[in-house]
């Protein structure tokens, strides 16, 4: 494959793929088309250049659930709430390639996810690794031929790092035990030095371009 880069913008020949993304707000902020360039989605997009490519992620989403979680497709928030969750993305997705038929079946789904569930974990208490089972084999039973890659969460300051440490290990042993792939954020030295992140938490564009570039290369490497 011909590649001519320039800084983070590559020019590649397009991929026969729809890839569709879940998550909480370093994914929300790049638009639900992946076209803003605070999202690290939308330089992935450009490097990847998919046939289609949709994110479903919200600011504020968890995996956990709460006990006054139902199934809600039409809800719009962009703060933690019962059913702002990685079930209800998955719910979204589900009705909108079966029921609407406006979303083509996905080839590759990307889900990073974690961050709210460490940052508010006295309002989500219970473990979240359920929750990675249950969306990981919701989306394998409707999408049998495609790729479920999980992504932990990017380095933030709100814990410790050795919580994010423990919960980055498991989410990889969910992958595991799921047979689904798993990229660690928390081991890559990547974000090191500054003007990665604006507060602590979200990613500045040059954030975004370096963690879409980072996250581009691993898929193009489980792909290939």
Not at 18 to 42: A, E, R, Y
Not at 50 to 61: E, F, I, K, Q, V
Request: charged letters at 20%.
């Amino acid at each position: 494959m011909m590649l001519v880069l320039c800084g983070f913008i590559a020019i590649h020949a397009q991929q026969s793929l729809h890839v569709v993304m879940l998550g909480d707000s370093n994914t929300f902020i790049g638009g639900d088309d992946c076209s803003k360039p605070q999202g690290w989605n939308k330089w992935f997009k450009d490097l990847m250049n998919p046939l289609s490519c949709r994110s479903y992620a919200r600011s504020g989403a968890t995996w956990t659930e709460t006990p006054n979680t139902v199934y809600d497709i039409k809800e719009y928030t962009e703060v933690l709430s019962d059913n702002n969750v990685i079930y209800n993305q998955v719910s979204r997705l589900l009705a909108d390639v079966f029921d609407a038929k406006t979303q083509p079946i996905p080839d590759l789904i990307l889900i990073m996810a974690g961050t709210n569930d460490l940052w508010f974990a006295n309002k989500r208490p219970e473990p979240f690794p359920k929750y990675i089972r249950q969306n990981c084999e919701m989306l394998k039973e409707a999408f049998p031929k495609a790729r479920i890659v999980l992504i932990t969460p990017p380095p933030f300051t709100k814990v410790s790092k050795e919580v994010q440490h423990q919960a980055a290990a498991t989410i990889e042993q969910s992958g595991k035990e799921l047979q689904v792939d798993v990229i660690r954020l928390d081991q890559t030295t990547i974000f090191q030095g500054n003007g990665n992140f604006k507060d602590g938490v979200h990613t500045t564009i040059k954030g975004a371009q370096v963690l879409g570039k980072y996250i581009y290369e691993q898929v193009e490497a489980l792909l290939s």
